[in-house]
């Protein structure tokens, strides 16, 4: 058994990675997957089921006295007449002997019971360990396999396999040899009794079992077959599902709902059918299993009966039996239903693994061998002769060329021409079906990853980022392995050490994720901060630092974390202020006063005076707050608010009353919903007929709420007297004054000394709003900042703040633009030697690529450059050029050279 | 200023007279009241327009590009319209729009601009005169012009 967990912080030469010549073609040193569940419970978990046996088979003897028991004490305690009986040595009466025996029954099925718990846990906890083992195995599996497969797979098919597929085989393993044994020990147990007490009883209660043993696998085999085709067929609708929402453009813009609709009720009707028929055929299974069990009792009851009326069998031996049988039929029916799991759980498994497997995949030991020193790629890289078969077209034939790892080289061709694969074959991505490739005197396809992904970066056309902030993407590159262990106390270093013991009984990595992983030298860089500086000059390559600034003003940053930044950003908030007065701008932000209505702000934002921490105090909810209620009350605001909230209403109702529902201006100007005008309307009447003081609560409410969005010079409507800010500006202090300690943290109050850790970075640097009516406001407001935050070198704190922008789901937060940035700034962050762009620059602006290029350029002047290009003219500048056509390399040599007018090369940039 | 007032200002301007006064309070409600310093631009020559200005107060210039540079065609003041050319036929800017002094407007977007137009077929025809009227001062500018360059090539002939 090679039970071995992954042990990466071993030394590198550890056994699992000794291989000295290590090649594709030879046998990895991991085994595969096992063909068969039972090869795979028997390779991991045979000790654990062995002990599980164990403890099973301890635990028969108390069952089987526990089954003997009831027989004496109704023969001999309750019927017996000799008193007073031994027992243990002592003499005991007749009711003292009942009570004796009871007492024992009970303590039995006490230890029974506590059997029963304790190999269940044991079953449970090795059930777990071994779905635990195999989906990690699946998703490693996944890892290595071969690119031009996940063409063919896709991830509706394979992500269900991984989650939910195999998730009844962990509760089977757990049971695989424990449940088993101890039925058939039960059984056994139960069967014997039943032989010592009359063995033509014990023939007759397991007469049948031969019958039933040998139909019911042949009929269970037909349920299998569509149990198999059931597990596809759900597959397939998985991976329907998969493709309608990756193509959900295509069935809007076409109109073709209706032919998915149709396709997936067809779907499931097959997937009706199937399961109907394995109900059908299960069904009767059972029903046969059932007849077949009743069976028995019949021979029981006529034969037993008999032995007992004819004198050779006792009426308590018959109860007994009749108990030992009951006991007899749950052992055999919980076999029978094991049975029909373990089928089951076959076929799942063997489906499972039979898709986990595909040729080609990548060497277990090269991906995770750890080199104890990674050198540098120098020297040429050569490509002899290289074919490429996919699919069974030829995609490249006979290429062959030379690039010295010192020189930028541009690949041009058509689109089909074969001069993508080249790019991906060089980066390692695809494997070439003849010829070789070699770095200095290296086959590339036997380095190890770890040379390889450290030392070459490879951009394709799209970006492939993560989930996660936009840092960790960009340093996404440089986490290889860990480079330092995490820190832990005592507590948490116990915790650690469980969790590790856990993960390798399981088979699974045991790297500490909590580690740092980030490699800083790789980046050129010793420290942290000088990593930092690093990114970012990256980020300028691309011209990301702009966007990434932008993020960050709307980002927020921690006081508590980061003291001395957000020290910094109160004297940018200071500096703001000041430029503002000296540049006789003040009119452009209105900033916050404690003791002054800010007039470009909301009634609302007036009212709390603060920003709010959470959902509590929100804007849309803050006329429902309680607390605020209660201030309002105090003030008696609240029956102004209610006033100036019938007039809104009724202006709304005036102004709104003849756009249609879907006008633009519902939602650009309205207070009011148009779904909610008619609504309005009523409680406007009523107002008419009743007064504003006997309107319904919920009425009152919902006029309480519009006045809290008014922003006067924005709306003006002439509501928000001076006498109503006097009272507001009351309000706001007893808000302020009275609020509970439990509300005191939902809330940062505006104060003109302190960093707001609710409020974005604008915000904090504005301390104020942007004044409404005034031409170009916010444009004008965005370059103060700008030159403010330049001004005091805090343009960096920004920018890290904006790296921790969370990106979505593969970036779906960034522009396409943006991503593409990313996964350059990615790439050059890591200092390859060789760095490969697989037409990644073809959503870029013509300018914007030809300056990022020529900065790229300057970044890796000395090291190579591989650009495979979609247009050829901007191969002109490059030192060599390689001209694809059909598969083949058909002219290379310097641009220069190239440029003679019948040259293919000319033509493809005469065709642009 | 208020809402109220603001209904009360484009009564007085002629190509609102006719509107009943709460459709001018929607035009009112929807439309964006700007200020402009000094030398601050509202449109610029060239640029796409998305909205017509009327002036409550202050003055502008109206200035067209030339090879000597920016030439003052026409000063705008208190209830002046301007901007409605680039927006009617969906024409780059024809003139350049710089505040004097201090000015504030009121911005109507080009789709209630539309709408209005639509809807009130007296608008659309104070409009026309009104475009109509320019269209004449324009060509007796015009024509003023031939005959001066006529009779300048007649003094001076090449």
Redesign the interface.
Known sequence: MTDQPIALDAVPASPAFAVAEPSPSQPSPRAPLERSLYGFVIRHSLPDQLRITAWTAVSLPFYYYSLDLPKTIINRAIQGKQFPAKLLGFELGQIPYLMVLCGIFLALVFINGGFKYYTNVLRGRLGERMLRRLRFELYHHILRFPLPHFRRTSPGEIIPMVTSEVEPLGGFIGDAFGLPAINIGLLATAVYFMFNQDPMLGLAAIALYPVQGFIIPKLQRKVNLLGKQRVRTIRSLADRIGESIGGIVEIRANDSARYQLADFAARLGRIYEIRYEIYQRKFFVKFLNNFLGQLTPFFFYSIGGYLVITGSLTAGALVAVLGAYKDLAGPWKELLDFYQLKEDSRIKYEQVVEQFEPAGMIDYALQLEEPAEIPPLTGTITVTNVAYVEEERRVLDAVSCAIALDTHVAVVGRAGSGKNELGMLLARLLVPSGGRITIGDADLNLLPFAVTGRRIAYVGPSAGLFSASLRDNLLFGLRHRPTGDATYDAAMRRQRDRALHEARRSGNIDLDLKADWTDYARAGATSEAALMARLIETLGITKLDEDVYRLGLRGRLDPKRRPEAAARLLEARRALADQLSENDMVRLIERFDPERYNTNATLGENLLFGTPVDTTFEADKLAQNPYMRSVLDQVGLTRDLVAMGLEVAETMAELFAELPADHEFWEQFSFIKADDLSDFKGILERNRQIGVDRLKPADRLRLLELPFKLIEPRHRLGLITDAIRERVLQARKVFADGLPADLAPKIEFFDVGRYNAAASLQENILFGSVAFGEAEAVNRVRELISEVLTELDLREIVIEVGLDYQIGSTGARLSPLQRQKVAIARAVLKQPDILILNEATASFDTPVEAEVTRRLRDECAGRCIIWVMSRASRARGFDRVVVFDQGRIVEQGRPADLGKPDSVFSALVTAE | ????E?VELLRQIPLFAQIEP?RL??L???S??????PG?V?CRQGDMGDAAYIVIEGTADVLVNSANGPITVATLGPNDFVGEIAILCDVPRTATVQAVSRLVVLRIAK?LFFRLLSEFPSMAVTMLREIAHRLEVTTTQLRGSVAEVQALRLAHPS
């Open positions: 200023m208020s809402l109220k603001e709460a309070k929607l009112a409600f929807t964006e009241r700007l200020s402009y310093e601050q509202l789709e």
